[in-house]
Antibody, heavy 116, light 112 residues
Framework: DVQLLESGGGLVQPGGSLRLSCAAS????????MTWVRQAPGKGLEWVSG????????YYADSVKGRFTVSRDISMNTLYLQMNNLRAEDTAVYYC?????????WGPGTLVIVSS | DVVMTQSPLSLPVTLGQPASISCRSS???????????LNWYQQRPGQSPRRLIY???NRDSGVPDRFSGSGSGTDFTLKISRVEAEDVAVYYC?????????FGQGTKVEIK
């Protein structure tokens, strides 16, 4: 079975940094594009970042461009989201998904709270 | 960015009755490869999103056949033929044709 498990969320001050991880299992991680999507409390879904199956292409929403970086470690079957210069509006549950034109599998999410 | 507009945003439905959600995109969702990357997601309270439909009308494995998707170009519809209690959720359309992917605002389906 495909499994995705996010971790690394928590409380951080404005301007701070966090690195989220998404541990993948049950499929050949290196073959699949991956996506990060977030959901602010009580709000809808927002696509944040994506990485192609080759890892050669990365994509970002304008709201995070220049502050967030997506990467992966194929040996660890893990996707990362490095988040720098965090703002209050980045507060959300962050989900990773397998696929990027319509993620078919999702993790349970990890909560990021940006607050002083 | 492509804007996805759903209607209605709230949909009270009687158990056993049909429900229909509309999703319109600000641009055609036909990709250069001929595919249309329009997906529908269900998010039950407290849960992660679950993909129900991909490529406009293809049901994911395990999705009941009371769910169906249709449409083309810029106009799409999700239909539930007979609403059951477990269908209480927020439903989102999402386009993956144009970067970045974008979601509709969500439609909350509740039982009358």
């Amino acid at each position: 079975d495909v499994q995705l498990l996010e971790s690394g969320g928590g409380l951080v001050q404005p301007g701070g940094s966090l690195r989220l991880s998404c541990a993948a299992s049950g499929f050949t991680f290196s073959n699949y594009p991956m996506t990060w999507v977030r959901q602010a409390p009580g709000k809808g879904l927002e696509w944040v970042s994506g990485m192609s199956g080759s890892g050669g292409s990365t994509y970002y929403a304008d709201s995070v461009k220049g502050r967030f970086t997506v990467s992966r470690d194929i040996s660890m079957n893990t996707l990362y989201l490095q988040m720098n210069n965090l703002r209050a509006e980045d507060t959300a549950v962050y989900y990773c998904g397998r696929g990027y034109r319509g993620p078919e599998n999702w993790g349970p999410g990890t909560l990021v709270i940006v607050s002083s | 960015d492509v804007v996805m507009t759903q209607s209605p945003l709230s949909l009270p439905v009687t158990l056993g009755q049909p429900a229909s959600i509309s999703c319109r995109s600000s641009q055609s969702l036909v990709y250069i490869d001929g595919n249309t990357y329009l997906n529908w997601y269900q998010q039950r309270p407290g849960q992660s999103p679950r993909r129900l439909i991909y490529g406009v009308s293809n049901r994911d494995s395990g999705v009941p056949d009371r769910f169906s998707g249709s449409g083309s170009g810029t106009d799409f519809t999700l239909k539930i033929s007979r609403v059951e209690a477990e269908d209480v959720a927020v439903y989102y359309c999402m386009q993956g044709t144009h970067w970045p992917g974008t979601f509709g605002q969500g439609t909350k389906v509740e039982i009358k």
